[in-house]
């Protein structure tokens, strides 16, 4: 029988208070960007803004809670821009959204920072562990996000990249569930040399932790390739965006290919205020498995198909709800 | 098609020195007096005894004084700064039926922007920008350039929950532009200026953008000026097919990364008339007299004279209103002194 679990891919929007105070605590230009060494009324700002969002997860009644990764200025960037082995440059684009982060040049081979491991270890204080789920950037993504004046070499440059990943789980609490985002495997897929060493970038962040490892894809369908050296990297969790409107090619891969025994699903959009109902999102799911009927997952997320932060934080809430409440009705019902 | 109309001529300013004559105007936004902003903050406080008439009457003050700032530099066609504005976006939606707002969302670091949902089909309610033109109209001495939103970047930076795809609600969109385009020209309004921000970050779109713009211009008169504004981004993803635009001018953002781009123009087919940016909005230095010249020149290798005009970059409202003025100003000069040099054959 699955188990079926609401979650978030965290990067969560900062409550609207926290927004006007650490903007009048920090300032609003690029040097103001969090580097780690943020003052104690910032410091304690965050950590009552991760109360809230912990709170708020709890309300809505999600089977796995984040920490929000309120501090996360430069998005799924941040575990490189706060590395003091990265110069960070100018404001680029952040996908193809209407958000910017400073772009990071990996300058020497990164150490771990224990920035992520702390905020972790403070929602450890805040959550009970057996429900909390960690987020971080995939090698592929934090690969694509910055640029290597490192080693020069771009299979080499994500397994340094999946080192760091894990060095900075090392100190983490006990996580139920790690999210590995992948958004890049989506919007600039990964040619063959670097596909075959999926399986062996994913281990290396793997094995720093004890949780199950999901890798999260979204802002459409993978191609069939990626999807194929995907299964192929025996990750125990895989996630797909089923509220992109090529979703019919996420179906078709998962069909002809398979997933992961784990499955995730981006059930809810991230980037639109439109809440869609529990009951529409119950349909959404019997939709996929529908037309997957040999699927038998052992656990079944259910979240946000991108990070919220795009979404103003009333209406984020409101998806949290309806994503757990959709979970809960999937557990009484079966999928 | 590029409109077939001539319609440059009634902006000539009748004390204009030189035959030859480059159409100098701005972009919109224009940095705003420091009291303004003091007022605005305090609007909501009632100790501070800002209401809605002090508050009006600070507007009508600040555009008063920003029109009057640009006809002093000596521009042919003026603008109020946008003092009534502060978003490009909220302004125009909080106009709009079928918006709604729901709070801040994040662009970058700690800055925000009240992105707005479309929950249900738009529809025009009342005019947009009629009253500030017309009041703008009245201080001026000068013709009054008119910016507004265009309807892609309207659509694209909201959230859209009730239309199908994002063209859908561009055409909408479009179609309540055109109305308040038509009331503007009912108005006197003679130069509008249509944003489109949006374009350049997704410039595979520049077909919904033609649909929506040929929706704009239906039944605007020839004698109106219609232009097209697009921020920086990579133009030879929208070049040549904007020739194809029912508009007058295309005006673009060049001068801060030293013109690497003109290149993409310079077909010898480039159709509307070129407005070109020819001072950095983001940049606080000042650029000299002849830097400026220089940069005219370059328009010059798309179109002739009589097909140029000159402007900043984008808005100015990001510099310090000193180096904006300083900016117009030296502009202005390099512009006319660009035009005695054609006078004499020098160019």
Known sequence: MTETIATTPGLFPLPDWAKTRLGRLKGHQKHDLIDGSESAEVLETYEQARGEVIDAQRDAGLGRIVEGQLRWDDMLAHPLTINPAVETGGIVRYYDNNNFYRHPTVTEVPSPTGDIAADLQRAAQLAPTQDLQAVLPGPITLADLSADACVNDTVEFHHVLAELLAGELEDAPHIETLYLLEPSLVTAPPEEDLCVELEELYATVATATDAEVVVHTYFGALSEQTHVYLVDADVAGMGVDIVADDREQTIYNAGEYGMADVIALGLTDGQNTLVESTPTLVERVAWVFDQLPTADPTRLYLSTNTEPFYLPVSKHRQKLAAVAQAAAELTEVGI | ?347
């Open chain 2, 1 to 347: 098609m590029a409109r077939d109309v001539d319609n440059r001529e009634q902006f000539r300013p009748a004390e204009h020195p030189n035959d030859h004559f480059i159409l100098t105007t701005v972009v919109g936004s224009y940095p705003k007096p420091t009291w303004l902003n003091r007022i605005r903050d305090h609007q909501d406080d009632a100790s501070y005894g800002v209401d809605a008439a002090a508050l009006s009457e600070a507007y009508d003050d600040a555009a008063r004084l920003i029109t009057e700032e640009h006809q002093h530099c000596g521009l042919d066609t003026v603008v109020d700064g946008e003092m009534r504005r502060e978003e490009m976006v909220e302004y125009f939606a909080e106009r709009i039926r079928g918006y709604e707002f729901n709070g801040p969302v994040k662009v970058w670091g700690h800055n925000y922007f009240d992105k707005p949902s479309v929950t249900e089909p738009v529809q025009y309610d009342e005019p947009w920008l009629v009253d500030e033109f017309r009041f703008t109209d009245a201080v001026a001495d000068r013709p009054v350039k008119v910016p507004i939103t265009g309807p892609y970047t309207l659509a694209s930076w909201s959230f859209n929950e009730a239309y199908d795809d994002i063209a859908a609600l561009t055409y909408d969109l479009a179609d309540l532009v055109n109305e308040e385009v038509a009331a503007l020209v009912d108005a006197g309004a003679r130069y509008v200026q249509i944003d489109e921000p949006a374009l350049a970050t997704t410039p595979d779109d520049h077909a919904i953008v033609g649909g929506a713009l040929e929706r704009i211009v239906d039944g605007i008169p020839d004698a109106v000026r219609v232009g097209l504004h697009v921020c920086y981004g990579d133009y030879s993803r929208i070049y040549p097919e904007i020739n194809d635009y029912p508009i007058d001018e295309f005006d673009v953002e060049l001068c801060n990364d030293g013109y690497e781009q003109i290149g993409v123009f310079d077909d010898g087919a480039f159709a509307p008339d070129l407005a070109l940016g020819v001072v950095d909005v983001h940049d606080t230095t000042v650029e000299s007299v002849d830097q400026i010249i220089e940069n005219i020149t370059q328009g010059l290798r798309v179109v002739g004279p009589e097909r140029l005009t000159v402007s900043p970059d984008c808005g100015l409202k990001l510099l310090p209103r000193e180096v904006a003025r300083e900016k117009m100003q030296n502009m202005v000069t390099a512009t006319r002194a660009v035009e005695a040099r054609l006078d004499r054959g020098e160019l």
